[in-house]
C-alpha cells in the first residue's frame, strides 16, 4: 500500500515514515502542512494519507480540513488523523462526514509498532480505527437512549466494533466463536432499532449511534 505522510515535527515525520515502510508500505510523498499534503494527494492518489490535525500556519484545524477535502475530492484515499491530544469534535465531524476509510488516533499509538501498523492498515483498506480515549470522550456527550438496552457483553461487541475491529477481531479479543459475535450484533441491531438494510450499513448506523455523532433513528 501507498502511503502520504503530513507532520509538521521533522522528528515525528520521519518516525512515521520508518515505522510504515517497516511494516510494507511504500511512502511516496511526506509534507509538512496541508497544502503540501493536498498536493502530494493530487499527484500520487495514495491509499492512505497519514495526517497530523494541528498544521501550518495556524496548528488548529488545518489537517481535518484537509482530511474533507481529500474525503471529497479523492475518495479512494483513506486518511488516519494523529493528535497529541484527545479533540472528540474533530474525530466527530470526520466521522459523520464519512464513515469509511478514516481514523483518529492520538500520537503515542505510533509507539506501539504493531498496533499502530494494524490501524494504518486497516483504514487503508476502507475501516475505521478510533482511539480508545476518544471513543469514551464521546461517549461522555451521549444521553440516555436506546443504548442502554445493551447487555455489558453487547456494549463490549459495539464498543469494539466502533474501534473497527471485524468480526473475527472481536471474536479473538473476547475469546468467544465468531458465531457468537454475530448473534451480538443482531440483537444489537434489533435493540437499537436499526432498519432492516445491508449487514455493513447496519453496522455503521450502530457504531454511530453508539458514539453519538448522528441521529440514525428512521434512517
Known sequence: MRAVIAEDSVLLRIGVVK?????????????????????????????????????????????VRAAHVIRRQWSGTSVLLLSQYVEERYAADLLAANTSGVGYLLKQRIADVGEFAESVRRVAAGGTALDPQVVAQLLMRRHSD?????????????????????????????????????????????????????????????VLRFLGVANTSGQ
Not at 438496552?149 to 472481536?170: D, F, H, K, W, Y
Not at 450484533?185 to 455503521?204: C, E, Q, Y
Open 146 to 206: 436506546p443504548l442502554d438496552r445493551l447487555t455489558p457483553r453487547e456494549r463490549e461487541v459495539l464498543e469494539l466494533m466502533a474501534g473497527g475491529r471485524s468480526n473475527s477481531g472481536i471474536a479473538a479479543e473476547l475469546v468467544v466463536s465468531e458465531s457468537a459475535v454475530a448473534k451480538h450484533i443482531n440483537s444489537i441491531f434489533t435493540k437499537l432499532d436499526l432498519p432492516k438494510a445491508d449487514g455493513d450499513h447496519r453496522r455503521v448506523l450502530a
Open 19 to 63: 515505522v510504515l515502510e517497516a511494516v510494507g508500505f511504500e511512502v511516496c510523498a511526506e509534507a509538512a502542512d496541508a497544502e503540501g499534503l493536498l498536493a502530494a494527494v493530487e499527484e500520487h492518489r495514495p491509499d492512505i494519507a497519514v495526517v497530523d490535525v494541528r498544521m501550518p500556519p495556524g496548528f488548529t484545524d488545518e489537517g
